[in-house]
């Protein structure tokens, strides 16, 4: 990440600024919500993706930094609201702003997050641009409740469960990567590999995410470990146990789905571990992050491409 931290690190503070500047709101709670969550740390991809493919391409204006704050300020209303419907107490090692704050100011604020975005957008004066940022927003909501619905679905197979995450997660990261190619004013095919670029990383990343509340530690991803199995979410590895683990360890992950109990985490720890399951996801995350980078195969590379590069192999390499 140092590298792409040179590359991008003075964009990425302008960023910051344009952030900072669109949180005012003359209502304090709106403030104190928005700020807290913003301010509380993360990775960041997202913005960065849209630096970096914008200016990869050849871009030399400066609309890429507000549609990073858009792309910022989208994904962060997001994490106001799954935290909310997920009855989560910790993100980032912090208290979540539900905690905080409550539900229904988190909630109100996501919304405000989400409208401020949408009036971010209209002033880069772009049609396209709104249209792809509106049909992202659209999908994600459907991700969301793709993933209500699946909520202790113990039949649910792999090709479901990458479905609920390319609109869930991976969606926004393709917007964040075609926004840059729109701005730089790519060709259709340009744009459509940088955009599927976005979405196979964004996939890889969330299966890691995945992967990792099952193999991390609390005081690195910053969450409390067996989330997803208390929230009744079948996951990638615990979809692999249950589908060519031993009988006894299916049994074991179904029962615990069904019941949404963390108690039975050292349980279905054991089954995952015993399955090759965490493997088998890192497996499936690596591929996916080599789609990505093929997708920018024959693109001239310059620090901006191979930063994106660089990014692809983070997404799986990481411990938070």
């Not at 931290?5 to 919500?33: C, N, P, W």
């Not at 740390?41 to 890429?64: D, F, I, N, W």
């Not at 997660?169 to 990567?177: D, G, N, R």
């Amino acid at each position: 990440m140092a590298f792409v931290k040179s590359v991008i690190g003075e964009e990425m503070q302008a960023v910051d600024q344009v952030v900072r500047d669109r949180l005012y709101s003359d209502v304090i709670l709106v403030r104190q919500v928005a700020e807290y969550i913003v301010n509380s740390g993360g990775k960041r991809l997202r913005p960065m993706m849209v630096l970096l493919s914008a200016k990869a391409l050849g871009y030399e204006g400066t609309h890429h930094r507000e549609l990073a704050g858009v792309i910022e300020f989208i994904h962060t209303s997001t994490l106001l609201h799954d935290d909310v419907v997920d009855e989560s107490d910790l993100r980032r090692g912090r208290d979540t702003a539900n905690v905080l704050f409550g539900n229904a100011a988190s909630v109100l604020v996501g919304d405000f997050l989400y409208s401020r975005a949408f009036q971010m957008m209209v002033s880069c004066g772009s049609l396209r641009i709104m249209q792809v940022l509106a049909d992202t927003t659209n999908i994600i909501a459907e991700g969301e409740v793709l993933q209500l619905m699946n909520i202790g679905n113990v039949d649910i197979d792999e090709a479901a469960y990458l479905k609920v995450i390319r609109y869930k997660t991976a969606k926004l990261f393709e917007a964040a990567a075609r926004l840059g190619a729109i701005l730089a004013e790519s060709d259709p095919d340009t744009e459509d590999r940088m955009a599927r670029f976005g979405m196979h990383l964004g996939t890889a990343f969330q299966i890691i995410d995945d992967v990792l509340d099952y193999s991390g530690k609390t005081s690195e991803i910053g969450k409390t470990l067996g989330d997803d199995l208390a929230e009744g979410k079948a996951t990638l590895p615990l979809i692999h146990v249950m589908s060519h683990g031993t009988a006894e360890a299916a049994t074991i992950v179904r029962t615990a789905l069904q019941h949404a109990n963390r108690d039975e985490l050292p349980a279905v720890l054991t089954a995952v571990q015993a399955s090759g399951s965490l493997e088998y996801a890192r497996a499936v995350a690596a591929q996916e992050a080599q789609l990505a980078k093929d997708c920018l195969a024959g693109l001239t590379m310059n620090p901006y491409l191979q930063s994106l590069l660089l990014l692809a192999d983070i997404s799986i390499n990481r411990n938070s």
